[in-house]
T-cell receptor
């Protein structure tokens, strides 16, 4: 089983839709979690950290479920500019060596 | 802008050759990590340096080696290139808070 697993998609949604991605991780000692966004042929950029209490940034909401070992990303009112690959990242405790998922591709169409 | 730069942007090599990729981080970013990203995959951790010492290594053979310098620059060296080494190579530095990584634009390596 991979350490961090994501559905590669693509998720193909119309503008204005709500879409959610999940990411599962295998190591229960994982301590910190992030979502990164990667545009085609560009570098990953931090979208948001994921806290135990969940967090929201505008149209984006991230949640952590430690019992089931997954994190989620919810995007409301999708925009064309949201089209990208969303990478889930997990850090083990005490290290800053992250493990990336393979990413979930989102395509928002008119 | 992340303040992390990489050079060159693109590179073509042949099997068996050696390559050196370079990265320059922001001042004060003492941790730098290197990743390999194959097409359609997430970045795979190669190794990490903290204050010029290797601080962790992923599942890559010894022909992948690195250096970090006091001026916040670093290098990734790959010897005896193989076709499967063709990928995007990313470096990332950690900000003062520690966990947030800032990526450079990457170097696209093609091995023929």
């Amino acid at each position: 089983r991979k350490e961090v697993e994501q559905d590669p998609g693509p998720f193909n949604v119309p503008e204005g839709a709500t879409v959610a991605f999940n990411c599962t991780y295998s190591n229960s000692a994982s301590q910190s979690f992030f979502w990164y966004r990667q545009d085609c042929r560009k570098e990953p950029k931090l979208l948001m950290s994921v806290y135990s209490s969940g967090n929201e940034d505008g149209r984006f909401t991230a949640q952590l479920n430690r019992a089931s070992q997954y994190i989620s990303l919810l995007i409301r009112d999708s925009k064309l500019s949201d089209s990208a690959t969303y990478l889930c990242v997990v850090n083990l405790g005490g290290s800053y060596i992250p493990t990336f998922g393979r990413g979930t591709s989102l395509i928002v169409h008119p | 802008e992340t303040g992390v730069t990489q050079s060159p942007t693109h590179l073509i090599k042949t099997r068996g050759q050696q390559v050196t990729l370079r990265c320059s981080s922001q001042s004060g970013h003492n941790t730098v990590s290197w990743y390999q990203q194959a097409l359609g995959q997430g970045p795979q951790f190669i190794f990490q340096y903290y204050r010029e010492e290797e601080n962790g290594r992923g599942n890559f053979p010894p022909r992948f080696s690195g250096l970090q310098f006091p001026n916040y620059s670093s290098e990734l060296n790959v010897n005896a290139l193989e076709l499967d080494d063709s990928a995007l190579y990313l470096c990332a530095s950690n900000g003062p808070g520690g966990e947030t990584q800032y990526f450079g634009p990457g170097t696209r390596l093609l091995v023929l």
